[in-house]
C-alpha cells in the first residue's frame, strides 16, 4: 500500500478553483482524503496509519490533469518545413512510429493525461493506444478513432478513409467502430486562407451526414466532426453530431442550437493563429493576412457568446497542424480561449471535467473516491495563467517529472524537498 501527502496552496477541483491551503492523502492511486488545512493543522488531523514521515509532495496548485481534445499524434507540428512534411507522410511505419511516440511524450511533458486524437490514416493512433495499455510506464490515456471517414476525393488524405455513397456508409462505420473510441466525420473542407473562406461545399449531404452519425449511435459511438464555414455548420447540429472541432465562421444561430443539444465545440484556434503570427512561412500577403484577423476575431466574439449561451466548450488544440506543438499548444489554446473572454474557470473545466463527462471517461476531479490523476503546478493559474506552463510532477497510476522543469527560484518555485510546515500564506 502506497502512500503519499501531496501539500498544496491552492486546487482546482474540476470544478470550481480553491484558494486555501490543502493536504491531499493519496492511497494506492486514489484520493483518500482533501483535507483542507494549512501546513501547520493538518499533520493533526491525519487519520489513523497516516503521518508526516509518509512521503510528502509540495506544490503551490494541484488540479486535474489536462485533457487535449484534438491532436494528431501522427503529425508532428514543430516540423515546419513543407517537404518535410509532405515527405514524411511517404515514411516507413516505423519512422511515424517512433514520431508519433515522441508527440505522446510530449503531451505528458505539459501535463496532459488524456487526450483524443482526430485522426489518421495509418492507424499510428490505434497502435499506441495499444502501447500505452500494455506498457508500464506512465502514459496519458488516448482516446483514437483509427482512421476517420471523408467523401471520396475530398479534403482529408492523411487523416480519413473514403466512402463513396450511400450504400458504403453503413458497413465503413460499422466496421471502422469495432476499434474505433469515438467516430470522426471530414465533414467540410479546410479553410481557404487566400479568399478568407472554406473550400467547397459541405462533404456529405443531410441524409448521409444522418446515417454516419445513426449507424455510429447504434455502434455505440459519439461523433465529431471536422466542420467550418456556415453551411457544414448548420448541417452538423440539424443532424446533431456530437462534437463540432474548429468551428470557423461560427454563427449565433448554430451556437444557440449547439445549447439547446449540447453539442460539444472545440474552436481550435491554435493552426490558424499560427498562420497569422507567422505569415512568412507560407507567404501569405496582407490581404491574407486580414483574412486571418478577422476570421481570429470573429472566433473570439463566437467563443465568448458560446461561453454565456452554455455550448459545451472543450478545449483542443489540433496539434501536429503546421506550427502546432503537441503539449505546448494545448497551453497555448487555454490561453487564446481566456484571451476571447471566457471565464478561467470554464476554460479549465474544457480542459479537464467536461471532456471526460462528455466521453464517458472516469472523473478526475479532485475529490475523496477518485483515482488520482493530477498535476502539481509551481503557481496558481488564477494568479497568472502562465503558472499551467510550471508543472512539477504528473500523477497517473505513478509520480511522472518533467524535464526542463520549472526554474529553481523562478517565479513561484518551490525547492524540491521542502516539506518543513510554514505558515500558510
Ligand atoms: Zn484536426
Not at 210 to 230: I, K, P, Q, Y
Not at 360 to 379: R, V, Y
Not at 397 to 403: A, L, Q, T
Amino acid at each position: 500500500m502506497e502512500r503519499t501527502i501531496v501539500l498544496t496552496h491552492g486546487w482546482f477541483d474540476g470544478e470550481t478553483h480553491h484558494a486555501e491551503d490543502a493536504a491531499l492523502l493519496i492511497e494506492s492511486g486514489v484520493i483518500q482524503q482533501v483535507l483542507c488545512a494549512d501546513r501547520e493543522q493538518f499533520p493533526h488531523l491525519l487519520p489513523d496509519g497516516w503521518d508526516v514521515n509518509l512521503p510528502i509532495r509540495e506544490a503551490a496548485y494541484v488540479m486535474p490533469g489536462l485533457v487535449e481534445a484534438h491532436c494528431h499524434l501522427l503529425l508532428d507540428g514543430g516540423e515546419l518545413e513543407f517537404k518535410k512534411r509532405s515527405d514524411y507522410l511517404k515514411s516507413d511505419r516505423d519512422t511515424m512510429l517512433s514520431s508519433g511516440r515522441s508527440q505522446l511524450a510530449a503531451n505528458l511533458q505539459h501535463g496532459i493525461t488524456l487526450i483524443r486524437d482526430a485522426g489518421d490514416i495509418h492507424g499510428i493512433n490505434h497502435q499506441i493506444r495499444e502501447e500505452i495499455a500494455t506498457g508500464t510506464s506512465v502514459a496519458p490515456t488516448l482516446r483514437s478513432p483509427g482512421v476517420a471517414i471523408r467523401k471520396k476525393g475530398r479534403y482529408g488524405s492523411f487523416m480519413a478513409r473514403e466512402v463513396a455513397d450511400r450504400e458504403s456508409i453503413a458497413a465503413t462505420v460499422e466496421e471502422i467502430a469495432q476499434t474505433a473510441d469515438d467516430l470522426k466525420i471530414v465533414l467540410t473542407g479546410i479553410i481557404d486562407f487566400e479568399h478568407g473562406c472554406v473550400k467547397g461545399v459541405p462533404q456529405f449531404d443531410r441524409e448521409e451526414l444522418g446515417l454516419l452519425v445513426d449507424n455510429a449511435r447504434l455502434c455505440g459511438r459519439s461523433t465529431f466532426a471536422h466542420c467550418s464555414g456556415e453551411a457544414g455548420l448548420n448541417l452538423a447540429v440539424d443532424v446533431g453530431v456530437d462534437s463540432i472541432e474548429h468551428g470557423f465562421f461560427m454563427t449565433e444561430e448554430v451556437l444557440q442550437k449547439m445549447a439547446d443539444k449540447n453539442i460539444a465545440w472545440v474552436p481550435t484556434f491554435s493552426p490558424v493563429h499560427f498562420q497569422w503570427a507567422h505569415p512568412e512561412l507560407a507567404g501569405w500577403n496582407v490581404e491574407t493576412v486580414g483574412h486571418l484577423s478577422r476570421i481570429l476575431d470573429r472566433h473570439r466574439t463566437m467563443l465568448e457568446l458560446a461561453s454565456r449561451l452554455g455550448v459545451p466548450l472543450i478545449a483542443g488544440s489540433d496539434a501536429g497542424s503546421y506550427g502546432v506543438k503537441h503539449g505546448a499548444a494545448l497551453l497555448d489554446e487555454i490561453d487564446f480561449m481566456t484571451e476571447a473572454g471566457v471565464p478561467l474557470e470554464q476554460v479549465l473545466r474544457g480542459a479537464t471535467s467536461l471532456p471526460r463527462k462528455l466521453w464517458g471517461c472516469p472523473s478526475a476531479d479532485i475529490a475523496t473516491g477518485n483515482k488520482a490523476d493530477l498535476i502539481l503546478l509551481a503557481g496558481s493559474p488564477f494568479d497568472d495563467p502562465a503558472n499551467l506552463r510550471e508543472l512539477i510532477a504528473v500523477y497517473k497510476d505513478g509520480w511522472f517529472e518533467p524535464e526542463n522543469q520549472y526554474v529553481e527560484g523562478g517565479k513561484g518555485a518551490i525547492a524540491s524537498g521542502d516539506v518543513k510546515y510554514s505558515k500558510a500564506c
